[in-house]
């Protein structure tokens, strides 16, 4: 496995990130009058971004969701989240584990996310997990964005590896797009964020809890390996 690359999304895949966002979104919503939402209302809207969760709150309410309003909004939003974007927000369980099992084969990690680079590198420092990374990419760091295949190709890159020895771990249809157009097996995480079952966007392999990766990722080096 030595030389492979394992590319993983932020949100929804290695940190629960659902209750700090929620937070936030209650905070800009509070500050314009509007009742709170829940957790399990925001889980599944996690992967369209901040901006959309606010427009599509505004749109239900018949609240006014003009591009203007929402640059406003979206400043209070980003303000907010800064300062409290760890304050509940975890690595899923048995991350660390295989993260450290990973770089024990002698794997190289990378993150390829679409959520702000400068917002990745904090909340990956205050969860100690940005030194266990070769390659931290978020939407900014280049001109494209998943579901564009070069977001996660060059994150590859970054990290020092190559495409052709390569997984994408995600947990919606954008990850599972980007890394079908870049050629590179993925896996579904299926506790993610994802509206529908990831098993409908036919990722080449699903896991229903990381003590399940390492198994998933023999057998798909394995398949690499014969390729």
Known sequence: MKGLTVVFDLDGTLVDTAPDLTATLNHVLDQIGHGPVTVDDVRPVVAYGGRRMLKNILETAGDDASEARLDELLKVYLAHYRVHLADASRPYEGVLQCLDWLTAQGARLGVCTNKYEDLTFTLL???????????????????????????????????????????????????????????????????????????????????GHYRELPDRIAELVNTLAKA
């Open 125 to 207: 420092d205050q969860l100690d997990l940005e030194r266990r990374f070769h390659a931290i990419c978020g939407v900014d760091t280049f001109e494209v964005r998943k579901p564009h295949p070069d977001h996660l190709t060059r994150t590859i890159e970054m990290a020092g590896g190559k495409a052709d020895y390569a997984i994408m771990i995600g947990d919606t249809e954008t990850d599972i797009a980007t890394a079908k157009a870049a050629g590179i097996p993925v896996i579904a995480v299926t506790f993610g964020y994802s509206d529908t079952h990831v098993e409908c966007f036919e990722p080449d392999a699903m896991i």
